[in-house]
């Protein structure tokens, strides 16, 4: 099964962070990335700019409205993700305990839709 | 700015080089007159400052890059009938809706008129370095979110024009009926969104609500300085005295509304301006609540319907109108639904009443003038406060 | 630029609701989402899309003091949850917005338009 890992994380804490700090913390993504690709389970991931940056969009009565900044405010923002290829939900729970962000912030695991709609 | 913008591919350097240029052509146009080709004489004149700017910062990044790319644009004898196109994009680029709207007339005030980061401060009463974080923190997103700098599309332009012409809008009413501080009019402000407003018409000769905007502002702006008493108090239309209108802006105000309603696609800014004339022409109180009712129809937002109750009782039918304003709740934040329905009930006699609600208004109003003509009002009613 | 479309919406609304009448909800929407896939495609041929499972399926993963803590999910206690996510490549704001204001979501949730980071990419 097909299973994202969504990444929720204080974005002010990440800001307050050295850029030393930031590097240890990005190289854990990294190291992690790697062994889940040796052990044929990671399909792929993404970081998102944070919600400085993001614009949210609605159709209402027909008329598109766009409005800056997030969906909502929330301490703890949607930063990224992990798509994992796991045999069990337990198995992705196992890998999702391992991202760095589990630590301070949480990782919501949600299964991948199976006729998911690539669009080609 | 935006050719500069684009070659330069960082809005920041490009604005600076711009705006020295742009200020500059401010200051020289009305002494030396203006040259042969205005767009071309800015893009030129801010290419020159631009390279001297990449010049002198040795440590600025692809900078023979940069340096290469700016020689290839075109000098001021060169055909360049795009540029007013490319100033237009600064504008729409200023007033895109992923914008926050403090920023978008931050952004603009600053971009596209010119003003610096401590005159917009000044004209917004925000300390220099609130509005040089917001003004930093907006071209940031510019950036971030992918913002283009251009003129959108023409299918996009209806959903964004409106934008446009809001913040234009809010420029204005800014310096009009300043919400904060102790003077009712800023001119400064008025006339910069006068000037904003006829660099619209000339950048979209075909578009009838940018000219019933600047019809509007020149009519509104052309009883400015009736507005205000001796004592910076004030004057409410019916009071105000007629010779201190300005004749040569309202009859360029009825000019502008012509051409716009020749157009004959009428729109809400056309009909606002269309009221205004009839303001400033002495129409009867009738003919002004026809347009409210076609302006309602355009545009049934809630300040369009109270204007428009004001004007029924104002043509005679007092107990209506308050009739109208009971059913605006959704405005009971805003000072001027109390202060309208104040002065129709002071007329319909209820004087109780009429006192508790230029009460309300009194608690909801910032600016120090208005506060004064409520007190005043108040005062008429036995009531200190 | 590369983007991020996050799909927002109110997924109680599906429970409760039989399998048949759900079937004919999709049914309804399915000539959108054909638009919305095709103009997409035209857009970025090389766009990717995920919907999620029911967020009732979620689980919610802590580590505190090096201990895991597994709760049932969603994250969000809004009513309105990330449903789905695009993750397309588009020449600026503006076509992201018209993208997303195809998506059949828009007209009753939300989209939230995201960037992705230009660094520290974790695929």
């Not at chain 1, 990005?26 to 614009?55: C, Q, S, W």
């Not at chain 2, 729109?267 to 409210?292: C, F, K, M, N, T």
């Not at chain 3, 996050?6 to 638009?35: C, F, K, N």
Request: overall charge negative.
């Amino acid at each position: 099964m097909k299973v994202m890992a969504l990444i929720y994380a204080d974005e002010a804490a990440w800001d307050g962070l050295s850029e030393q700090e930031r590097a240890g913390v990005l190289e854990r993504y990294v190291a992690l990335a790697r062994e889940a690709r040796e052990a044929d389970v990671m399909l792929g991931g993404d970081e998102l700019a944070g919600t400085r940056a993001a614009t949210t969009v609605r159709v209402r009565d027909g008329e598109v409205v766009v409005s800056d900044g997030p969906y909502a405010e929330v301490k703890e923002a949607l930063g990224g993700y992990f798509l994992f290829e796991c045999a069990t939900l337990d198995e992705a729970v196992d890998w999702a305990a391992r991202i760095p962000a589990a630590e301070h912030g949480a990782v919501e695991v949600r299964p991948v839709h199976v006729d998911e709609e690539e669009v080609a | 700015m935006a050719i500069l913008a684009r070659v330069l591919g960082d809005l920041e350097l490009a604005e600076d080089a711009v705006q020295d240029a742009f200020a500059a052509a401010l200051r020289r146009w009305p002494r030396d007159g203006t040259p042969r080709n205005p767009g071309a004489w800015i893009v030129t004149t801010a290419r020159n400052r631009a390279i001297d700017r990449i010049r002198r910062e040795q440590a600025f990044r692809r900078k023979a890059e940069l340096l290469a790319r700016l020689e290839r644009l075109p000098t001021e004898d060169d055909d360049v009938t795009t540029i007013p196109d490319e100033r237009l994009a600064l504008v729409f680029t200023c007033c895109h809706p992923a914008l926050a709207v403090e920023a978008q007339v931050a952004l603009t005030l600053r971009e596209v008129c010119g003003l610096t980061t401590a005159e917009i401060a000044r004209a917004f009463l925000t300390a220099e370095p609130t509005l040089a974080q917001r003004l930093v923190r907006a071209k940031r997103r510019v950036r971030a979110v992918g913002i283009p700098i251009r003129v959108p599309p023409a299918h996009l332009l209806p959903e964004r024009l409106p934008g446009v012409l809001r913040v234009v809008y809010l420029v204005f009413n800014e310096g009009y009926a300043a919400s904060a501080g102790d003077r009712l009019v800023r001119h400064d402000l008025c006339a910069e969104a006068i000037r904003l407003s006829k660099l619209l018409c000339v950048l979209m000769p075909d578009e009838p609500e940018a000219f019933g905007l600047l019809a509007l502002l020149l009519l509104q702006g052309s009883r400015r300085s009736a507005r205000i008493g001796p004592g910076g108090d004030l004057v409410l239309l019916r009071d105000q005295d007629r010779a201190l209108w300005d004749d040569e802006g309202i009859a360029e105000g009825l000019r502008t509304l012509e051409r716009a309603l020749r157009m004959r696609r009428p729109g809400p800014y056309q009909l606002q301006a269309a009221i205004a004339a009839g303001h400033a022409q002495g129409s009867s109180p009738e003919a002004i609540v026809a347009v409210y009712d076609e302006l309602a129809r355009l545009d049934p937002s809630p300040v369009v319907r109270l204007n428009r109750a004001v004007a029924v009782a104002l043509a005679g039918d007092v107990e209506h109108g308050l009739a109208l304003l009971e059913e605006l709740d959704e405005l009971d934040g805003y000072p001027y639904l109390h202060s309208a329905r104040a002065d129709l009930l002071r007329r319909a006699g209820r004087d109780g009443e009429a006192a508790r609600a230029y009460g309300r208004a009194l608690e909801l109003t910032g600016n120090e003038a208005e506060r004064r003509f409520l007190r005043s009002r108040l005062a008429e009613l036995g009531d200190e406060r | 630029m590369r983007y991020a479309l996050l799909v927002y919406s109110d997924q109680s609304s599906w429970d409760g609701i039989g399998e048949e009448e759900a079937a004919r909800l999709r049914a309804e929407a399915m000539p959108q989402w054909i638009t919305l896939f095709e103009e997409m495609g035209k857009a970025d041929p090389d766009v990717v899309g995920y919907e999620l499972e029911s967020a009732s399926e979620a689980k919610v993963v802590r580590v505190r003091d090096g201990e895991r803590i597994v709760t049932d999910g969603p994250f969000a206690d809004t009513k309105e949850v990330v449903g789905g996510i695009f993750l397309t490549t588009l020449p600026d704001l503006d076509e992201a917005i018209r993208i997303a204001s195809l998506v059949p979501a828009a007209a009753y949730g939300s989209l939230e338009i995201r960037p992705l980071a230009d660094h520290g990419d974790a695929g």
